[in-house]
């Protein structure tokens, strides 16, 4: 059974992200360093780091929410970067942000399905998505459209949250995660599920090697996983 923000509604998983980070949107930016203490920024300069080599010009993220990765992306100097995302409220920051910056020019939101790209076959040159995959309703199905509209030869990089598994940071990372995050993210954000959901997403995610298994069913080549931070984040690459 999937993993949902709220279990006491009959909504499928993708209704009930999409609400619940419509609730969460105000807060999201704040919440997200505050509660990884900055680590996040550096997760995503990572990320970006290993596309470089590419030098994508037109650029596709995926699960964009308030645009974040999407901005780090242009260190890269793409022509375009496109974001799409099913939350009309963490659109509306990530479009409020990029008009303060004058980045309109250069990135693009719009609402987009995962799972249902409104995109033609071989249409980018790289394909990013931070901490997105674990949302989607049918994580294979929405690496398959990935695949479907990334050029030959383009990259694909994922960020991802992960489960330690070694002495002491998993002990340490479970207690955050279960007692410490859900308590202050229901305090700031007023949503009680949102920051109960997230633990509960990421145990139950296929993380490592299990994440590449499926990445590989899908068409992508040349696949790799990078561990970050003792295993709380990793990064998944691979090729079409």
Known sequence: MAVVPYKDQNENKKSQVATMFNNIAGKYDFLNHFLSAGIDIIWRKKAVSLLAPEKPKQVLDIATGTADFA???????????????????????GREKLAKRGLTNKIE?????????????NTFDAITVAF??????????????????LKPGGMAVVLE?????????????????????????????????????????????????????????????????HSLTFGISSIYTGKK
Do not use: C
Request: aromatic content about 14%; hydrophobic content about 40%.
């Open 161 to 225: 949250f992960s489960m330690p598994r070694a002495f002491p940071m998993k002990q340490l990372y479970q207690f955050y995660f279960k007692n410490i995050l859900p308590a202050v993210g229901k305090l700031v954000s007023k949503d009680n599920a949102a920051y109960t959901y997230l633990p509960e997403s990421v145990q139950a995610f296929p993380d490592g090697q299990n994440f590449l298994k499926i990445f590989q069913k899908v068409g992508f080549k040349t696949t790799k996983w």
């Open 71 to 93: 901005i780090e992306t242009l260190r890269l100097n793409p022509d375009k970067i496109t974001g799409v995302d099913i939350s009309e409220g963490m659109l509306a920051v």
């Open 132 to 149: 997105g995959v674990r949302n989607f309703e049918n994580l294979e199905k929405g690496l398959a459209e990935m695949h479907r509209v």
């Open 109 to 121: 939101l719009k609402y987009g399905d995962s799972e249902n790209l409104p995109f033609a076959d």
